[in-house]
């Protein structure tokens, strides 16, 4: 068009037709004028956009908190057995009222049974029951209870052995704080099993019974009122055995005195008293009960041992997952690089240790150097042997991908060493796909603890400061039929920690090696 | 033919591996266990000096070579495995495993039979499904099943089946009281824990159909099947699923191989009298006979399922032939 409106051949341009830009400066690229992006960011980019990968993350990290704060600022420890508050149900004060959570466990009883806790609750003033469901007549002609009985304050009363300082200490704290810890005596019943299954001795039965006998059924003879009648141990001394403290409602009339305490033993230094066990145990330990997840059949606080545990599981796998991961790095980087007679041998050896059943290499070890070194040092020797071969053939396999690539040819020939070739230019290539791996590896190293502790091969039984969720999960088997929260508790925090560290897994492999996005989804 | 002879020679190469690295570990784990002291003559109850006659016949106080190729000489000669020390006395180990094999491999085909055919369906659905709801939604599930521990749904199924609702008694069955391994007694007993190996293995099967039949899926030559005029239908069963197959296929045959093994935690929960329980036994007793039979059985089983895993790629697919690639 140009060429016929100008009347002039392309290739004979008169020279002023030309003229030049400018002059005055040299002609650049235009400046990029965002921020360069590392691979670091990058990955962040790519990790953000997977929403699920996004929440495991900050589930992993919500349950690694719980493992590193809750040992430092509970009340409890793994050592912490209590003797009378086994089984108890969880309960968190949140959920008072709510009618779960609230430390109570549903039973069927008999009027027996049903007075019986009623009767706890009109000595110390503590309902014993949180609520009565259902009152019916089953097919035997008995009378039924459906009742929310309170795991805490069913306890009741206890039988305990003082001797005299302790005795004396303790009326002492009954004087200053002016709380009732140390009750009359009762007059020795026959006691129904029902008193029994809390350990207690039948310290509960404070009250009258229409049958003394040793049949008997445990049931109260009540006052025209419908009250409980006080069959107490009485004296005409009022410091029977030494008791000088707080007495309750209704002692001391007409000369006739409760007796608080009996002197036992061989030289009578030992005092047997009836103590209220909640109160008991403030006394004792300085804080008022509350196991927010229950405790177990040796009454330990499962909140603090499952925090305990999980710090476990979590500080073995991130061991295990960085010594494998060093272990295997170089281990593969020698095998991938040199390749040869040198990879040949190493993919061997490597290949007979991955060829061991990795329950076989934990038996072994734990037999071995368990009473040398312990069982948790052993474990880790244990996992340390045969799991780097993973690492290892990951990143051989990475080193084979790259070494033969342009660029890693080029820096050889412009003189790199091996040692820069391996660390400069191909090792950061392969870096997203061992991470990954190394990641991935953690779920697995809490599973196979878990189960190595479940199955008693490694036995963490006899510490007195650890314990791992696989012991939960044996001690809660155990419980199942009555009291599932002791196993549902650990149970739930190893699937959770399970899912999210394979969500977060993915999540990081997409990020870091964006070429396998969704490899296996 | 080439091919055909590459493939004899890669065969017979990854048996003569498989012997070499067969014979490395029993003969590490045999020496580890021979340097594990022997358990105490008082623990067995017996009179100390016919125990101490009898190791001695044993050959307990020969140098651990010797007892090596005496053991191997043993297994070779008259499958003669040792006997039991601490537990079943004296009875031969072989004889005890064939025992209690049954209960293992009858479980563990129970819950394959129901988790293959339920996984690859699933897998299929999900891959048809792509991207729409329905894959979400398995998609998301198969990830749970996955990661949670299989003692997890142990749990819960003892818990759910056995305590609450009672459909199922809560430990197997004896076989006095069922009469034998295959009687409806024994299957009601073992449902429990045919379940709770079951939702793993549908997952994996699950996951695993579905990212290879979603890659087939889109293939070039599934693009000229449909455009030749096969209904999608025809497409994907004539030609999809026989390519997803090619890799499909030796995950199962891996699983039938591991059903020799068995969980070892599945068993202890459920009280399975299997090989698993064998083997925490003779932990728990110190039964060294045992630990080492039972040891090379384990090993043996992961070896021979690699490598029939591997050699069946090229038996399925005649494109993969590992002998002939170099």
């Keep these: ?521 | 033919m080439s091919n055909r002879q590459g493939m004899g020679r890669y065969i017979v190469q990854r048996i003569l591996y498989m012997l070499l690295t067969m014979f490395v570990i029993t003969l590490m784990c045999f020496i580890l266990i021979k340097l594990l002291p022997l358990p105490l003559i008082k623990e067995q109850g017996r009179d100390p000096t016919l125990v101490l006659l009898r190791r001695e016949k044993m050959g307990y106080n020969k140098p651990i070579m010797v007892q090596f190729f005496l053991y191997m000489k043993g297994i070779f000669t008259e499958w003669y495995w040792g006997v039991g020390e601490q537990m079943y006395d004296s009875l031969p180990i072989w004889d005890v495993m064939m025992q209690k094999l049954p209960y293992t491999v009858v479980v563990n085909l129970y819950s394959i039979l129901i988790s293959i055919p339920l996984g690859l369906l699933l897998g299929i659905y999900a891959a048809l499904k792509k991207n729409k709801w329905q894959d979400a939604t398995i998609s998301t599930l198969v990830m749970v099943f996955i990661s949670v521990p299989s003692y997890v749904y142990a749990f819960l199924v003892q818990y759910i089946f056995c305590f609450k609702l009672q459909w199922f008694p809560l430990l197997l069955a004896s076989e006095s009281e069922a009469g034998s391994l295959m009687s409806w007694t024994m299957f009601k007993s073992m449902v429990p824990a045919v379940m709770s190996l079951s939702f793993g293995v549908i997952a994996g099967f699950t996951r695993y159909t579905r990212a290879e039949l979603s890659e087939v899926l889109t293939g070039d030559y599934m693009l000229l099947a449909r455009t030749k005029g096969l209904t999608k239908r025809q497409a994907i069963s004539r030609h999809a699923m026989r390519n997803a197959m090619v890799v499909i296929l030796p995950m199962i045959i891996g699983e039938f191989i591991g059903i020799l093994g068995g969980s070892l935690i599945i068993e202890n929960i459920f009280g399975i009298p299997g090989i698993g329980n064998l083997y925490i036994n003779s932990i728990n007793l110190r039964d060294y006979n045992f630990f080492m039979a039972l040891t090379i059985f384990y090993t043996l089983i992961g070896l021979v399922s690699g490598i029939v895993i591997d050699i069946s790629y090229g038996f399925i697919d005649p494109r993969i032939r590992m002998g002939s690639k170099k």
Aim: hydrophobic share 40%; charged share 15%.
């Design chain 1, 1 to 521: 068009m140009t060429t016929n409106q100008n009347n002039f051949n392309l290739n004979d341009i008169p020279q002023e037709k030309f003229e030049f830009v400018q002059l005055n400066e040299t002609l650049h690229d235009e400046r990029i004028k965002t921020k360069a992006i590392g691979y670091v960011g990058d990955a962040w980019i790519r990790f953000r956009k997977d929403k699920s990968a996004v929440i495991a993350f900050i589930l992993i990290l919500v349950l690694a908190l719980f493992a590193i704060i809750v040992p430092l600022l509970s009340s409890y420890t793994v050592e912490f057995r209590d003797a009378y508050y086994r089984n108890i149900m969880p309960r968190l004060p949140l959920f008072k009222n709510a009618g779960f959570w609230d430390g109570g466990k549903n039973l069927t009883l008999n009027k027996a049974g049903y007075l019986y806790y009623q009767a706890i609750g009109a000595e110390t003033g503590k309902s014993a029951i949180i609520s009565l469901k259902k009152e019916y007549v089953d097919s035997t002609g008995e009378m039924r209870y459906d009742v929310r009985t309170d795991s805490y304050h069913r306890i009741g009363f206890v039988y305990q052995n003082l001797s005299q300082s302790e005795y004396e200490s303790l009326m002492a704290y009954q004087n200053e704080t002016g709380k009732q810890v140390i009750y009359p005596l009762a007059k020795t019943h026959n006691a129904t099993s029902e008193a029994y299954v809390n350990g207690n001795d039948g310290a509960n039965f404070w009250y009258k019974l229409v049958d003394e006998s040793r049949t008997t059924s445990g049931e109260p003879v009540l006052d025209e009122n419908g009250n409980f009648i006080p069959n107490y141990v009485t004296s005409s001394n009022e410091n029977e055995a030494g008791y000088n403290s707080l007495r309750i409602e209704g002692d001391g009339q007409d000369g006739v005195w409760y007796v608080y305490a009996f002197r036992n033993g061989r030289t009578g230094n030992y005092y047997k008293v009836r103590v209220n066990y909640e109160e008991y145990f403030i006394y004792k330990n300085g804080f008022s009960p509350n196991f927010i997840f229950g405790t177990n059949v040796h009454g330990q606080d499962i909140f603090t041992c499952l925090a305990i545990a999980a710090r476990f599981s979590l500080l073995l796998a991130i061991a295990v997952a960085s010594i494998n991961f060093i272990i295997g790095v170089i281990y593969g980087s020698v095998a991938g690089y040199y390749g040869g007679w040198v990879d040949m041998l190493m993919e061997r050896i490597s290949d007979i240790l991955a060829s061991v059943p990795f329950m076989v290499v934990a038996t072994l070890f734990q037999l071995h150097l368990a009473e040398k070194v312990g069982p948790v040092i052993s474990l880790l020797f244990a996992f340390i042997m045969t799991g780097w071969v993973g690492t290892a053939s990951r990143v051989r396999t990475q080193f084979y991908r790259f070494k033969g690539q342009e660029y890693v040819l080029a820096a050889r020939t412009l003189g790199a060493s091996d040692r820069r070739l391996i660390f400069k230019h191909i090792f950061p290539n392969s870096l997203g796909t061992i991470i990954t791996g190394a990641v991935m590896t953690i779920p697995g190293v809490i599973f196979s603890e878990s189960m190595l502790s479940y199955l008693h091969i490694i036995n963490l039984d006899t510490s007195r400061t650890l314990t791992s969720i696989g012991t939960m999960l044996s001690q809660g088997q155990a419980q199942l039929q009555n009291y599932p929260h002791e196993i549902l508790f650990p149970a739930l925090f190893i699937a959770i920690l399970e899912i999210s560290f394979n969500l977060f897994g993915n999540g990081l492999r997409d990020a870091l090696n964006p070429s396998l996005r969704g490899a296996d989804n």
